[in-house]
T-cell receptor, first 114, second 116 residues
Framework: EAAVTQSPRNKVAVTGGKVTLSCNQT?????MYWYRQDTGHGLRLIHY???????EKGDIPDGYKASRPSQENFSLILELATPSQTSVYFC?????????????FGPGTRLTVL | AQKVIQVWSTASRQEGEELTLDCSYE???????LFWYKHLLSGEMVFLIR??????AKERSGRYSVVFQKSLKSISLVISALQPDDSGKYFC?????????????FGTGTSLLVDP
């Protein structure tokens, strides 16, 4: 069964609305990540976390908040969604004990902001 | 400037052929890793193969192998005996120590279509 799950898988939001994307992992990994993928760009890191209670800014954090209430859960929050945040969002987890460990990705959430 | 460059945005091949996907990268680190991921048509992102900067071994995983040219800062993914299920988007990624700790930087991806 999938070790990294995301919900919702698809979301349509209105400009100015609040959007919360959720991620759950059963890998028992300390590190979790939120990326967005847009045509012409690779995956870009928005926020990441080293463990419960920790959130760090990635390369493109503006307009996003993150929350890591537990080892398993990592949320991405768009307080005031804008059309420029229309994208596919991926959550990933990684083993902090192995510095160069691969990341395991969720199935992605397609967000459309109208 | 893009740190990880995948020149070809699309590629197409016939079933049974072999394909090489190229990737170049920029880093000032001595130790780093390179990864290849596949974005499936279903939306899933799957790890394929890893190359350590310190390794001279030719990494291979099933039908996937890499050609690592460290001095050229180049890594290519070779997929042999292509199958229609190999269709999808392939991302090269660089894992290195940056200003904010270790991070993974992705290329823009190459979309592959394999015709039966």
């Amino acid at each position: 069964e999938a070790a990294v799950t995301q919900s919702p898988r698809n979301k349509v939001a209105v400009t100015g609305g609040k959007v919360t994307l959720s991620c759950n992992q059963t890998n028992n990994h300390n590190n979790m990540y939120w990326y967005r993928q847009d045509t012409g760009h690779g995956l870009r890191l928005i926020h990441y976390s080293y463990g419960a209670g920790s959130t760090e800014k990635g390369d493109i954090p503006d307009g996003y908040k993150a929350s890591r209430p537990s080892q398993e859960n990592f949320s991405l929050i768009l307080e005031l969604a804008t059309p420029s945040q229309t994208s596919v969002y991926f959550c990933a987890s990684g083993d902090a004990r192995t510095v160069y460990a691969e990341q395991f990705f969720g199935p992605g959430t397609r967000l459309t902001v109208l | 400037a893009q740190k990880v460059i995948q020149v070809w945005s699309t590629a197409s091949r016939q079933e049974g052929e072999e394909l090489t996907l190229d990737c170049s990268y920029e880093t000032s680190q001595v130790l780093y890793h390179l990864f290849w991921y596949k974005h499936l048509l279903s939306g899933e992102m799957v790890f394929l193969i890893r190359q350590m900067s310190s390794s001279t071994a030719k990494e291979r995983s099933g039908r996937y192998s890499v050609v690592f040219q460290k001095s050229l800062k180049s890594i290519s993914l070779v997929i042999s005996a292509l199958q229609p299920d190999d269709s999808g988007k392939y991302f090269c990624a660089l894992w290195e120590l940056g200003d904010m700790g270790y991070k993974l930087t992705f290329g823009t991806g190459t979309s592959l279509l394999v015709d039966p």
